[in-house]
Nanobody
């Protein structure tokens, strides 16, 4: 079973950037499609970007051109580079295997964007 530890969140001004990291344990990481999710205050958790084992990526329409997901299978780590941040990006960010959302989640990392 893969477990995740997210890091890199913080407080940033609108227009700024942050880089999130997701360190995973477990032998199946390298073959899994990994997603970054976020949960804004009062809203449901949503999938915002994912990357396949082969490196193909997909993003929510609202994020295209601002966020970049990448992975380093040798380090069992997935990254999310976030640029041109907006107040609506304020949320707790999580990573997880896509399609296995019923399995335990990490604690996430808080991102607060001040306007």
């Amino acid at each position: 079973q893969v477990q995740f530890v997210e890091s890199g969140g913080g407080l940033v001004q609108a227009g700024g950037s942050l880089s999130l990291s997701c360190a995973a344990s477990g032998s199946t990481f390298s073959i899994a499609t990994i997603g970054w999710y976020r949960q804004a205050p009062g809203k449901q958790r949503e999938l915002i970007a994912h990357i396949t084992s082969g490196g193909s990526t997909n993003y929510a329409d609202s994020l295209k051109g601002r966020f970049t997901i990448s992975r380093d299978n040798a380090k069992n780590t997935v990254y999310l580079q976030m640029n041109s941040l907006k107040s609506e990006d304020t949320a707790v960010y999580y990573c997880h295997i896509v399609g296995f959302e019923w399995t335990p989640w990490g604690q996430g990392t808080q991102v607060i964007v001040s306007s």
